[in-house]
T-cell receptor
Framework: NAGVTQTPKFRILKIGQSMTLQCTQDMNHNYMYWYRQDPGMGLKLIYYSVGAGITDKGEVPNGYNVSRSTTEDFPLRLELAAPSQTSVYFC?????????????FGPGTRLTVL | RKEVEQDPGPFNVPEGATVAFNCTYSNSASQSFFWYRQDCRKEPKLLMSVYSSGNEDGRFTAQLNRASQYISLLIRDSKLSDSATYLCVVNMGNNAGNMLTFGGGTRLMVKP
């Protein structure tokens, strides 16, 4: 299993540009999550999904959109990039079985908006 | 008040030392608790879950005090490879997505 994969690893955007961060998992996990981590800070939840076709907002959803057309893929879209969106973005997934299931993280995408 | 609060450190300790981190959480209805480890410029990885009775995994011991709403992590016989940021993580319950709330992390540096 490749686990959770994310592309790209790095990206520099200009203010107002758009991009999609890709996330794929091959573990057949129902739950998927997008987080952002600012320097020296903990992770903040942007959006999550409990299964294909179902998404919901997390703590910091403004400026982002997601879709979940398949179990495997959970892309994150930035429509009008702003400097405040400079961060490291992590995608994660977990199975549904119980509260103590581990979340598995992808390697992250480092985004800079100039 | 932050939902999950940790001392950011850094904790600078010599090899072989014992070090302890604490974490407090605000929601008394929280259901499950974890310590994740994050190496510099890497993704978080689960170190251990924290159960009500306390649990141990080799040199690592985690404890939960529900009455005082804090979680602890004890590392014995520290190794250089233990240098990392330790994230206290809480599932605050009452959420369909089993969402986790992360503390800001405690940085540990183990020196020779």
């Amino acid at each position: 299993n490749a686990g959770v994969t994310q592309t790209p690893k790095f990206r520099i955007l200009k203010i107002g540009q758009s991009m999609t961060l890709q996330c794929t998992q091959d573990m057949n996990h129902n739950y998927m999550y997008w987080y952002r981590q600012d320097p020296g800070m903990g992770l903040k939840l942007i959006y999550y999904s409990v299964g294909a076709g179902i998404t919901d907002k997390g703590e910091v959803p403004n400026g982002y959109n997601v879709s979940r057309s398949t179990t495997e893929d959970f892309p994150l879209r930035l429509e009008l990039a702003a400097p405040s969106q400079t961060s490291v973005y992590f995608c994660a997934s977990r199975p549904r079985t119980n509260d103590y299931n581990e979340q598995f993280f992808g390697p992250g995408t480092r985004l800079t908006v100039l | 008040r932050k939902e999950v609060e940790q001392d950011p450190g850094p904790f600078n300790v010599p090899e072989g030392a014992t070090v302890a981190f604490n974490c407090t959480y605000s929601n008394s209805a929280s259901q499950s608790f974890f310590w994740y480890r994050q190496d510099c410029r890497k993704e978080p990885k689960l170190l251990m879950s924290v159960y009500s009775s306390g649990n141990e995994d080799g040199r690592f011991t985690a404890q939960l005090n529900r009455a005082s709403q804090y979680i602890s992590l004890l590392i014995r016989d520290s190794k250089l490879s233990d240098s990392a940021t330790y994230l206290c993580v809480v599932n605050m319950g009452n959420n369909a997505g089993n969402m986790l709330t992360f503390g800001g992390g405690t940085r540990l540096m183990v020196k020779p």
